[in-house]
């Protein structure tokens, strides 16, 4: 089995969709488990719902899509493969950023001292 990006309870991106659901790449979604299978695509996916309360193109089951605002009680599916889940970095984390930014930018500065 693959690994999942998201989890429960996440906020993500939409990165990619089925083709004619374009205009939902870019928005940010609430994700909801368990995770169940996409007929679609045969991957696995995760309900979510859109933050805001605007039209979603969403595939109907017998073909075709549609665009409708989506709730939690719609229950739509995405791909977790084509969301990518917004979640802070922990503290632990961010200072190692901080840190080896830190060093880079000495060392250019050490070299334009030196002169290199």
């Not at 791909?79 to 901080?98: C, H, N, T």
Request: charged content about 25%.
């Amino acid at each position: 089995m693959a690994l999942l990006k998201c989890k429960h309870g996440d906020l993500a991106l939409v990165i990619y969709d089925t083709p004619g659901c374009e205009q939902n790449i870019g928005k940010v979604v609430m994700v909801r488990g368990p995770t169940n299978l996409v007929i679609q695509t045969q991957m696995m996916g995760w309900q979510i719902k859109p933050l805001f309360p605007e039209p979603w193109r969403v595939v109907k089951r017998k073909g075709g899509i549609k665009s409708e605002v989506v709730d939690w009680d719609i229950c739509v599916l995405h791909e977790d493969a084509w969301l990518m889940p917004l979640r802070p970095l922990p503290p632990d984390a961010v200072w190692q950023e901080i840190q080896r930014e830190m060093d880079r930018h000495l060392l250019d500065i050490g070299a334009v001292i030196a002169g290199v």
